[in-house]
């Protein structure tokens, strides 16, 4: 059952206008609740009793989950059991995609959203709202998905329309299945973490912040073992900024010297300078690879 003083407090603000699912029979009119999930319970509160104010601070607050499983199409509810339980659809799905999306600001007009982010795809998506804050859009792998989407482009939009800073992680392609629940939540706890240690981005992909969500999950000590390998030039802020974007650049001299608006023949001149100092050779694939993952460590 919920938490009892948690309806408790709903009930001496909302009255008699709170109900939980276990009250319901066949005379509840449920579409006249809005609906929130919290501890695997769905507590109901009377749409007309709640201001928007009310409606945004009562998600926020109590941290509940804003999926209305009454409320999903037809073709949303399959993958919605995919994602969000341990009860794999009795449909088979295709392959697919995920595109996480995060708002600074609580969202309340979340049909102008809909609208906005379906209308940018050359194909309607599969959207599915976790909070006022956040959600996944799925993207089917099929015939239509030829044409790449710009995902800068999108942020950008979004963020432009909506006035809000909007963050996107766009995840592995993956089958559906058994695993498709945990790997929904890996990516969304590695989009989380990103967003903390990158404040400047506003679209990230899972393949590139992988190394760093992995990192997160190593000890503290094996974190500061890799950071030891650059203890000696971690504050020479330009050479560290130079080979990480020669890494970047995989590895390429001209690619990165161009990125770094500096001549190939100054930006060769500070590789050779860290290979002498740190023992590493950068140029080498998986002396790079430590590299990399001891810059990361760093972030930390």
Same mark, same amino acid.
């Given at each position: ?176 299945? #058994? ?6 939540? #890996? ?114």
């Amino acid at each position: 059952m919920a938490n009892q003083s948690v309806i408790d407090q709903l009930k001496q603000i909302f009255r008699h206008n709170v109900i939980i699912e276990a009250e319901t029979d066949a005379t509840t009119d449920v579409d006249a609740f809005e609906w929130f999930q919290f501890k695997g319970e769905w507590i109901g509160v009377r749409k007309v009793a709640m201001t928007t104010k009310e409606r945004q601070l009562l998600t926020l607050f109590l941290d509940l989950e804003h999926v209305d499983e009454r409320s999903l199409s037809s073709h949303q509810k399959p993958w919605h059991q995919l994602l969000f339980t341990t009860n794999p659809p009795a449909e088979e799905l295709p392959s697919y995609r995920l595109l996480h999306f995060h708002m600074k600001e609580a969202l309340l007009d979340r049909n102008a959203f809909e609208e906005a982010i379906i209308g940018l795809y050359p194909y309607e998506p599969v959207l599915l709202w976790e909070t006022l804050h956040r959600g996944v859009l799925v993207e089917p792998q099929n015939a239509q998905l030829e044409e790449a989407i710009a995902y800068e482009d999108l942020a950008e939009a979004l963020t432009g329309d909506f006035y809000t800073d909007v963050h996107l992680y766009v995840g592995q392609i993956a089958e559906a299945g #058994l695993r498709s629940p945990i790997s929904y939540r #890996l990516e969304k706890e590695s989009f989380d973490l990103t967003r903390t240690l990158n404040t400047k981005a506003h679209v990230f992909t899972h393949s590139h912040q992988l190394p760093l969500f992995l990192l997160s999950h190593s000890s503290p000590e094996a974190r500061e073992e890799l950071q030891l390998l650059l203890s000696d030039i971690r504050d020479d802020k330009e050479l560290m900024d130079s080979i990480r974007t020669f890494l970047e650049c995989n590895m390429n001299i001209t690619t990165a010297s161009k990125a770094l608006f500096i001549h190939r023949n100054s930006l060769q001149y500070r590789v050779d300078k860290f290979i002498e100092r740190t023992q590493l050779d950068v140029k080498s694939f998986s002396q790079a690879v430590t590299v990399y993952l001891a810059m990361l460590a760093i972030d930390f």
